[in-house]
Structures are given as structure tokens and as C-alpha cells.
């Protein structure tokens, strides 16, 4: 078995601002697991504010190449890199059982998704994010998002601008379904006016208005909101999701902050057990990483898989995208080539 990783520093299109910051360039880690004619790939998407970059990354990464003993034993895999960092380095974990899933899936010719008996149901319409930028800016956004058919915007938020932002998009896009990530951006009494914003504009749902370990205040605003209130921040392992459901609506799910797919469908499992809403989301990664999210997404009831549609410089290629709509691959393993 042979098992390689290379660093690529990916563009966006336009700077991607959020309420924490704004960049351009994200450095994501792949990894390739070769063994028999076959090489299962997987992808690193490192955020500071889960503990890591592309340093930590490739400081890590190599010291946990020996867990992968057998493609096939998927716990085992799992075991051994919590054995090594419990609560750390999740988007290595990612890559690493991405890798291990995808060379499985290739050995027995079919798709990641029919490997693990997942549902074929189309997947939800995926939200197109408007990034937090100077109004005009956002409008221009929006504007180019509905001309080019998309259905779902998501926006960005966590500014002293934020109601007129809300009120700007919905008149820029009215007939969309809206919704709202704040990004942890908001204190309790802000976030209560900004519901009351959000209800009368119609957003579908808003992202963690409040601190990540601020879930007293979720929870009071739940109690207080008609629009649903999901977890992003907030969640961080598959064991935090009971905790949630005393706070959240609903979670989102990015296998890179919850070390790989398998712990985003064990995580979706539990939410699923504890009757919450559930979202397939993603960072900003190619379409291998976006392949993989794909795979779950016909369990979900939303879909915010943008990632790579940001990109100026997508490494892979094979997701067919019409608008927000993304055709499950077809093909054997995560079903995306290089460029």
C-alpha cells in the first residue's frame, strides 16, 4: 500500500467574507491511498476555527499515514487516529477516511454512496452564498446568483449593516429562498431584533447567531424565534448533537469538522434520532471534497454545497451542476477526476 499527499493552494473567484474574516487563497491538503490498481482520494479542508490550517495539517498528516493498516477496516481506521488526537485534526481525519472509502468503493465498482447503502433520493437544492462584503457588492452578488438561475441564496452576516443587508437582498431577490449564517456573530439582545428582521423578510433559517459555547442563549432564542435556528459553530463531534438538540433546530454537517463521512452520517443518524432538521454543508474545498458531502446528501433535508462553485481553480472536475441542483455521480468511487 502506498500512501502519498500533496498541498494546493485553491482561489476564489472573489474574496469570501465572512463575519471573522475574508480570504481568497485556501491551501487543502489531498490525499491518495494506492494499493492493487486502485487509489482512493481524499481531501484535507483545514478552519482556524476548529484548530487548524495547512501547517498543522501537514505537521500531522504524516504521522498518521500507518493508520491505515486495511482499506476495508473502516473502525479500526477510526480508532486509531482518535487514539492519537481525540478531539483534534478533523479535517486529516477526513481525508484520511475519504482515501479509505473511495479505495473500497473502487475495488468493488460502485459509487461511495451505493457502497454504503445510502439513499438514492435527489439531492436538495444547494444554497449559493452571498459573502459578507460592502452592500453594493452583496446586491451585485445576489443580482449574478438569481440571473444565473440559482434558487437558494445563503448570506453572510455579523455587521452593524445587517438589517439593511437582509432587507437589500430580499428586495434584490424576491422570489428566492433566503437564508442566514451570522457566523457566531451576534449577542442575545442583537439577535433577537435580527429574528424579528428575519421572520418579516421570510428567511428559511438562520446559522449560530451566537457564540459556539453560547447554548443557554440559543436555546432562549428557539424559545423566542419562528424562524429555525441551526447549529454550525457549535458542533464540533457527533457526540455534541444531544447536547444540541436542546438549543438547535437543526445542524449542519461538513465532514471536515467532524473528521469524515462516516461520523457526518453517524452524526445525521443521531439528529435524525432526536427528530432535528439536518443541512449537507461544506468549507470551501474542490469537488472531491464537495463529491463526498454529495454522497450524504440525499438524507438531508438541506444542502449548502457551494464550495467549489467558488472556486477560480477547481483541481477536479465531474459534478454536474445546473444552477443549485447537483447530479449524484454515477461513476465508481466519489466519481470526480483530475483536472
Given at each position: 500500500m502506498s500512501v502519498t499527499h500533496e498541498t494546493l493552494e485553491l482561489h476564489t473567484r472573489q474574496p469570501f467574507g465572512i463575519a471573522r474574516w475574508t480570504h481568497s487563497v485556501y491551501p487543502r491538503t489531498f490525499v491518495s491511498l494506492t494499493q492493487g490498481g486502485h487509489t482512493?482520494?481524499?481531501e484535507a479542508a483545514p478552519n482556524a476555527f476548529y484548530g487548524e490550517t495547512a501547517a498543522t495539517v501537514q505537521a500531522v498528516l504524516p504521522g498518521l499515514l500507518d493508520c491505515l493498516q486495511d482499506p476495508w477496516d473502516w473502525d479500526g481506521l477510526h480508532a486509531a487516529m482518535t487514539a492519537r488526537f481525540p478531539h483534534h485534526h478533523p479535517s486529516v481525519k477526513c481525508a484520511l477516511e475519504m482515501a479509505a472509502l473511495?479505495?473500497?468503493?473502487?475495488?468493488?465498482?460502485?459509487?461511495?454512496?451505493?457502497?454504503?447503502?445510502?439513499?438514492?433520493?435527489?439531492?436538495?437544492?444547494?444554497s449559493f452564498t452571498v459573502s459578507l462584503a460592502e452592500l453594493p457588492a452583496m446586491r451585485q452578488q445576489a443580482r449574478e446568483a438569481v440571473q444565473a438561475g440559482y434558487g437558494v441564496l445563503k448570506v453572510k452576516l455579523g455587521t452593524e449593516q445587517d438589517m439593511q443587508i437582509v432587507?437589500?437582498?430580499r428586495e434584490e431577490a424576491p422570489a428566492v429562498s433566503l437564508r442566514v449564517?451570522?457566523?457566531?456573530?451576534?449577542?442575545?439582545?442583537?439577535?433577537?431584533?435580527?429574528l424579528e428582521v428575519l421572520d418579516a423578510a421570510g428567511v428559511a433559517l438562520v446559522e449560530q447567531p451566537l457564540a459556539a459555547d453560547d447554548l443557554e442563549g440559543h436555546a432562549e432564542l428557539r424559545r423566542f424565534s419562528r424562524v429555525p435556528i441551526m447549529a454550525d459553530e457549535s458542533l464540533h463531534h457527533v457526540s455534541d448533537v444531544p447536547t444540541l438538540s436542546r438549543s438547535f433546530d437543526a445542524v449542519n454537517l461538513k465532514l471536515a469538522k467532524l473528521g469524515g463521512p462516516l461520523q457526518a452520517l453517524n452524526a445525521l443518524r443521531t439528529a435524525r434520532a432526536?427528530?432535528?432538521?439536518?443541512?449537507?454543508?461544506?468549507?470551501?474545498?474542490?469537488?472531491?471534497?464537495?463529491?463526498?458531502?454529495v454522497s450524504l446528501a440525499g438524507l438531508c433535508d438541506w444542502a449548502d454545497l457551494d464550495g467549489a462553485l467558488l472556486l477560480s481553480d477547481d483541481p477536479y472536475s465531474g459534478l454536474e451542476?445546473?444552477?443549485?441542483?447537483?447530479?449524484?455521480p454515477t461513476a465508481a468511487g466519489w466519481g470526480v477526476a483530475r483536472r
Open positions: 482512493g482520494r481524499g473511495e479505495w473500497c468503493a473502487l475495488s468493488a465498482g460502485v459509487p461511495v454512496w451505493k457502497l454504503l447503502g445510502l439513499s438514492p433520493a435527489p439531492v436538495p437544492e444547494s432587507e437589500a437582498l449564517d451570522a457566523n457566531a456573530a451576534w449577542n442575545r439582545h442583537g439577535a433577537r431584533r435580527m432526536l427528530k432535528m432538521g439536518v443541512m449537507i454543508g461544506c468549507m470551501i474545498e474542490s469537488s472531491l471534497g464537495i463529491a463526498a458531502a451542476w445546473q444552477a443549485g441542483h447537483v447530479q449524484r
